[in-house]
Each structure stands twice: as structure tokens, then as C-alpha cells.
């Protein structure tokens, strides 16, 4: 397929309704770092009810580029590491779509709500941090009941129909299709969006609260990022879904990293070369992946 471009089954304890220690980790709730000096380069825009995040390629034309839509980890569409992130898929030659999964309410951030105890850890430490944690999984298990595929998918559908009305054959060219990209949080409607006829290929990285009817309803290509140990997508889970993808002969690749955290797929100026580098490697992957397609 013919691009523009610029440069190179074990689930949670319910599918949609996690219990917070396995569905969201810090690493979903908390941007990486980032160099004060990166600045993203899109425009927010208002689509219906929505707000969505918007990064065109260089080129102003719209035949050979692609609709790419993004869907995000718990820190949301205002996180300027997920707006850079965007920025470098519509480097790579797509017009990108990020939506606001969660209409104004990201995920609580965990960073802070540790923070603010560990401020006077002299007064009784051990119990105070024991109630942090547990403030925090409440925090999160609140969130993520008001964020369930009942709620998330309807905001999907709808940008994805209003994407197409404002910008089709404008800034991408409708018949080439749409792919779609997931992490964390958004990693479980990219395989949502992958059992549908609505995209052409999926690519997601170290996804949270997925089950196994989401493995079992892909249908289209696929490629995943995980992380070795990750305990919101586990060993036992990923080989399971590979041995599904391979019986039913679904078109997939499935990398595993090594000694890299939950998350570390999401643009960021990490210190640790390694988890630069693999944030790099898994970038790469996504996009010669989609571009096959």
C-alpha cells in the first residue's frame, strides 16, 4: 500500500469491570518523563462532543496517506508525551486521529496521591503508605467504572464517523483505510477495533484489562509490544493468545522486551538507554507493521 512519508488467557477477574491491582499501574496513569524542551506540534479539536487530538504529515496532500487513530494509556489526550507520540506517526506518514477516550476525566494520577503522603512520612509510615495504596486502588477502581466499553466505545465510534465527515479525501484519502494504535488502556479497543471490519491493522503495546474474548474476536493483522513479566498482560496470557492467532491462522506479530517497565512503549525521554532504546524499537515495529498494510 502506497503512503507518503517523511522518515522512516488470563484477564482480570471480570473483563470490564478490573479490580484496579491488575487492571491499571502507575505506568498507566502516569506520563514518562519528558524533556521540557519536546513540544508537540498537532491541534485540539472539538468533534461533536469529543475532543481529539490532530497531527497532519508534512505533505498537504492528502492522496497516499492514511487515517491512523490513536487511543491512549490512562494520562489522556492533554498528555503532551501522547500528543508527541502522535506527532511521530504523522512523521512516519499518517494523519492522526488521538482521541479523548475519557471526556475531560483521565485516570487519577497515582504520582501524586503518593506524593502528598510521602510529604510527612515520619507520622506512622507504614500505615500511612498502606492507606495510600489503598486510596489509590479506590481512585482507580472508581475510574475505571465510569470508563467501561459500554462508555468508551460510543466516543470511539463517534469520532471515527466524524474524523471521516471533516477530513476524508481532504487530509487522508478514505479508501486506503484506517489503522489503528493502542497502549495500555487503549490497547484493549485496538483488539476491539481489530475484530471489526472498520480498520485495516492494529498495532498495541502492552495493553491492560484484556480478556479473552478480546483475543478471540481479532480478525484483523495484528502486532503487539509486551513486556516480559507484565502483570497486566502475563506470559502465560500472551502465549495463549499466540497460540490462538497461530490455530486460526490470523496474520500477527507478537515482540516481547526484556527488562523494560509497563509502559515504556509511550514516548518519553526515558534516562535508562535500554528503555529508550526499546521505546525506539517498538515505534519502529508499529510502523513497518502498519506500513505492510
Known amino acids: 500500500m502506497v503512503k507518503a512519508k517523511e522518515s522512516s488467557l488470563y484477564a482480570s477477574p471480570a473483563p470490564d469491570t478490573p479490580s484496579s491491582s491488575l487492571a491499571m499501574g502507575d505506568h498507566c496513569t502516569n506520563s514518562p518523563p519528558l524533556d521540557p524542551s519536546e513540544r ?17 504529515p508534512g505533505n498537504s496532500e492528502s492522496h497516499g496517506t492514511c487515517l491512523l487513530l490513536l487511543l491512549t494509556n490512562g494520562v489522556g489526550l492533554h498528555s503532551v508525551n501522547n500528543q508527541v507520540q502522535a506527532d511521530y ?35 506512622l509510615d507504614q500505615i500511612k503508605m498502606k492507606a495510600v495504596e489503598g486510596i489509590k486502588g479506590f481512585m482507580i477502581d472508581m475510574w475505571l467504572a465510569r470508563h467501561t466499553p459500554e462508555n468508551t466505545m460510543p466516543i470511539i465510534d463517534s469520532v471515527l464517523k466524524e474524523v471521516q465527515e471533516k477530513y476524508g479525501d481532504k487530509s487522508y484519502t478514505i479508501s486506503l483505510g484506517t ?10 479497543y485496538a483488539l476491539r477495533l481489530a475484530g471489526t471490519d472498520k480498520i485495516v491493522a492494529a498495532a498495541v503495546a502492552h495493553p491492560t484489562m484484556t480478556s479473552k474474548e478480546d483475543i478471540e474476536g481479532v480478525k484483523q493483522p495484528i502486532t503487539f509490544a509486551c513486556v516480559e513479566g507484565d502483570p497486566h498482560f502475563p506470559d502465560d ?12 491462522k490470523l496474520e500477527h506479530e507478537m515482540r516481547v522486551y526484556k527488562d523494560v517497565p509497563h509502559g515504556f512503549a509511550v514516548y518519553g525521554s526515558y534516562p535508562d538507554y535500554h528503555i529508550k532504546s526499546s521505546q525506539e524499537e517498538a515505534f519502529e515495529q508499529f510502523v513497518q507493521f502498519l506500513d505492510r498494510h
Open 237 to 248: 496470557f500472551r502465549e495463549e493468545a499466540r497460540q490462538f492467532f497461530k490455530e486460526h
Open 40 to 56: 508537540s506540534s498537532g491541534e485540539i479539536v472539538k468533534l461533536s462532543e469529543t475532543e481529539v487530538y490532530i497531527s497532519k
Open 89 to 123: 506517526f504523522a512523521k512516519a506518514g499518517y494523519f492522526v486521529a488521538m482521541p479523548d477516550l475519557f471526556h475531560g476525566d483521565p485516570a487519577p494520577n497515582a504520582a501524586s496521591v503518593t506524593a502528598e503522603a510521602e510529604e510527612d512520612m515520619n507520622l
Open 179 to 188: 489503522y489503528v494504535v493502542g497502549y495500555c488502556f487503549g490497547g484493549k
